[in-house]
């Protein structure tokens, strides 16, 4: 790698980018074959070149991070269904005009947090969501309304995921594994606030709550927003009663109702103390 103020000895990926450009139109050089290996978007996406994929994913996004400055985020997950209250009549299901107070309980969060984050000349605390509609979008509207950036972790899907307008357009990306954007999401969290939501949520929520009970990643705040939802969809005591998790696995998270009082939790916490376990099973 080339060392800052060192003189460069060969030409730049750029360079020569241009330089073949110039090539005049021979069958040679319209062969797929004459392509550099790094512009021929045919070869990059052979399905033997995954393992080169998987670590460009991760690279763009840290490379970005680093260079804007962001040490910390919170990271928001929810569902993408859950509508604004002003468009809880469109909702498909009254559950889920229901749930739809809890968009406005994201953006207040997202908001009170963000402000703290511009204090930090927005390194510090950024808002991390997945980009889409729902929940994620409350929480970059919520950061745009105080000022701030926030960033956008999408992911190609078939339904429900195309970037929302909030999200600080230099921090929006796009993914196409699962695995690396869930790195993403973890690697610079200082706390995480679930909301309700469906089959990706409970996905992110479990991926977190492994991670910390395992000793896998630091203890950080795990907040649940709406303890009657969580309570109904998952029985903790069951867990614990039937002995696959421990009694203070349950303390990993705390039931929150408001932004405001998510607030106030975050302020509180203070890291559990490890049980010595070693996860399922212990």
Not at 4 to 26: G, I, L
Request: contains cysteine; hydrophobic residues 40%.
């Amino acid at each position: 790698m080339k060392l800052p103020n060192e003189p460069r000895k060969f030409p730049d990926a750029r360079e020569d980018v241009a330089q073949s450009k110039k090539a005049p139109d021979t069958p040679q050089t319209l062969s797929p074959s004459y392509r550099l290996a790094f512009t021929d978007i045919d070869f990059l996406t052979r399905e033997e070149l995954r393992p080169v994929r998987l670590q460009l994913e991760l690279l763009k996004v840290e490379m970005a991070l680093a260079e804007r400055g962001v040490r910390s985020t919170i990271a928001l997950f929810g569902g993408a269904r859950i509508p604004p209250p002003g468009r809880a009549d469109e909702a498909a299901t009254p559950g889920l005009a229901a749930l739809s107070r809890y968009y406005d309980e994201a953006r207040e969060f997202a908001r009170l947090c963000t402000l703290r984050a511009v204090a930090s000349g927005n390194r510090e605390g950024v808002i991390c969501s997945g980009g889409g509609p729902g929940v994620m979008e409350a929480a970059n509207l919520g950061a745009l309304d105080a000022g701030g950036v926030s960033i956008g972790l999408n992911i190609v899907l078939p339904h429900e995921q195309a970037p929302n307008r909030y999200g600080t357009p230099e921090l929006s990306f796009n993914f196409h594994y699962f695995a690396i954007r869930k790195m993403h999401f973890l690697t610079r969290a200082k706390a995480i606030a679930i909301f309700p939501g469906g089959f990706g949520t409970l996905d992110e929520m479990f991926e977190s709550l492994t991670l910390v009970q395992t000793g896998r990643m630091k203890p950080l705040p795990i907040l649940l927003f709406g303890g009657d939802f969580w309570r109904r969809v998952i029985d903790w005591q069951a867990l614990v009663d039937a002995g696959t998790i421990s009694p203070s696995d349950i303390d990993l998270m705390t039931h929150v109702e408001t932004a405001a009082e998510a607030m106030a939790a975050l302020d509180a916490w203070t890291p559990p103390t490890p049980t010595g376990g070693v996860g399922d099973g212990e």
